[in-house]
């Protein structure tokens, strides 16, 4: 074994069905008496049960996050967090909600607990991103990282069936990533395998039976490992080409995602063995890239940038934000190269090894 260096994270997980029960005596545990509950606007019902479970350790609910983390939605927040002397914040939903809980701690040092419902990982890292006048920056610091976790595998099952794949597909590139980092340890590696296993079987099922509950719990699990790898190490080209996409054209997260993952992974295979044989060991194909492809496919959500808002004259544009600012990706950054990667990305079609 080559050496390594591995940081790990602070922070405690509670894992496990009607685990949302917990959260008071985790509230209490952090001396949070006064606790603002923050929600999207369509999951507030989310929200409304985080603060039944509070009881008298809440004192509010913000049930205005929106993906991306707006500036202006987060300076709204911080005005209830000083009027009602909020000294502790619970996130429930996806990452957009996690982000405003994160925006919020960023602001404040407040304590977070996040009760993550959808599969992005968000919860498992010190990196924050933000969005002011139509900018989004990314900041990495420990102070955004939620001090607990609550994962609740039947808060998850409500999440439909395409939410449910593109989230997984989405924690699924946090360990494409992970696995060809610069600085991947064999922990990180442990547990990047394990998440895409666990995720890429469970959406098998879940595409099938959306509420079987040993899936879901895989799911989760897997979104777990996946987003504690996008804590610890550096990603590459997949998550900066689908920051740049997201950000340039107001693309969907989680679908951007699924899109361009198996473009990405097919444009950097040869420079990255290891990797894809780690992932053809766990996904059971020589051709991982093409895998993930199919998964998207079999499951019926889009595989084609142009299928979510991508205009059609975007690809130059994209690439030439890309490019600006140079970053580590284990394939040097070749523009021919990239530009047929996001064809075919656009198109939807296969992935093909360059
Ligand atoms: P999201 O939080 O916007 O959720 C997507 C939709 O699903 C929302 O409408 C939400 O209300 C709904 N939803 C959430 N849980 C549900 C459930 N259980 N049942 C039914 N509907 C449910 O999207 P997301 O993909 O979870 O997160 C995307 C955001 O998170 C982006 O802003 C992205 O940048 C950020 N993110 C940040 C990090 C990080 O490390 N900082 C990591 C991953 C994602």
């Known amino acids: 074994m080559n050496g390594f260096v591995h940081i790990g994270l602070p922070g405690r997980v509670v894992f496990g069905r009607g685990t949302v029960d917990t959260i008071s005596a985790e509230a209490a545990r952090l001396d949070m008496q006064r606790a603002l509950v923050l929600s999207t606007p369509n999951r507030r019902m989310l929200a409304e049960l985080a603060a039944e479970k509070l009881g008298s350790l809440h004192q509010g609910i913000f049930a205005g996050a929106q993906m991306h983390t707006p500036v202006e939605v987060t300076e709204e927040a911080l005005q209830i967090v000083s009027d009602q002397r909020i000294d502790g914040i619970v996130a429930i939903g996806g990452g957009s909600t996690v982000g405003l809980g994160k925006a919020i701690a960023l602001r404040t040092d407040l304590d977070q607990i996040a009760v993550p419902t959808t599969y992005a990982g968000s919860e498992m890292t010190p990196i924050i991103g933000q969005t002011e006048h139509g900018r989004k920056t990314t900041e990495h610091t420990l102070e955004v990282l939620p001090e607990t976790v609550i994962y609740d595998v039947d808060l998850s099952s409500a999440l439909p069936v395409g939410t449910s794949v593109t989230s997984g597909i989405n924690a699924i590139a946090h360990a494409v990533e992970a696995l060809y980092a610069d600085e991947v340890s064999p922990i990180v590696a442990m547990m990047a395998e394990t998440g895409v296993a666990s995720l890429a079987g469970a959406i098998g099922i879940l595409r099938e039976s959306p509420r079987d509950p040993e899936a879901r719990s895989n799911?989760?699990?897997?979104?777990?490992?996946?987003?504690?790898?996008?804590?610890?190490?550096?990603?590459?080209?997949?998550?900066?080409?689908?920051?740049?996409?997201?950000?340039?054209?107001?693309?969907?997260?989680?679908?951007?995602?699924?899109?361009?993952?198996?473009?990405?992974?097919?444009?950097?295979?040869?420079?990255?063995?290891?990797?894809?044989?780690?992932?053809?060991?766990?996904?059971?194909?020589?051709?991982?890239?093409?895998?993930?492809?199919?998964?998207?496919?079999?499951?019926?959500?889009?595989?084609?940038?142009?299928?979510?808002?991508?205009?059609?004259?975007?690809?130059?544009?994209?690439?030439?934000?890309?490019?600006?600012?140079?970053?580590?990706?284990?394939?040097?950054?070749?523009?021919?190269?990239?530009?047929?990667?996001?064809?075919?990305?656009?198109?939807?079609?296969?992935?093909?090894?360059?």
């Not at 020589?286 to 959500?301: H, I, K, N, R």
């Not at 299928?307 to 040097?332: H, K, Q, V, Y």
Request: glycine share 10%; proline share 7%; charged share 15%.
């Open 219 to 354: 799911a989760l699990y897997g979104a777990w490992l996946c987003g504690a790898c996008l804590g610890m190490v550096g990603m590459a080209l997949h998550h900066k080409l689908c920051h740049v996409l997201g950000g340039s054209f107001a693309l969907p997260h989680a679908e951007t995602h699924t899109i361009v993952l198996p473009h990405v992974l097919a444009y950097n295979a040869r420079f990255v063995p290891d990797a894809v044989a780690a992932l053809s060991r766990v996904l059971g194909t020589g051709e991982p890239a093409t895998a993930l492809y199919q998964l998207a496919v079999e499951a019926g959500v889009p595989v084609a940038l142009s299928d979510i808002g991508m205009p059609d004259d975007g690809i130059e544009a994209a690439l030439d934000t890309l490019l600006d600012t140079p970053f580590w990706n284990p394939r040097p950054l070749e523009r021919d190269g990239l530009i047929k990667l996001l064809r075919r990305a656009f198109a939807g079609d296969r992935p093909m090894t360059q």
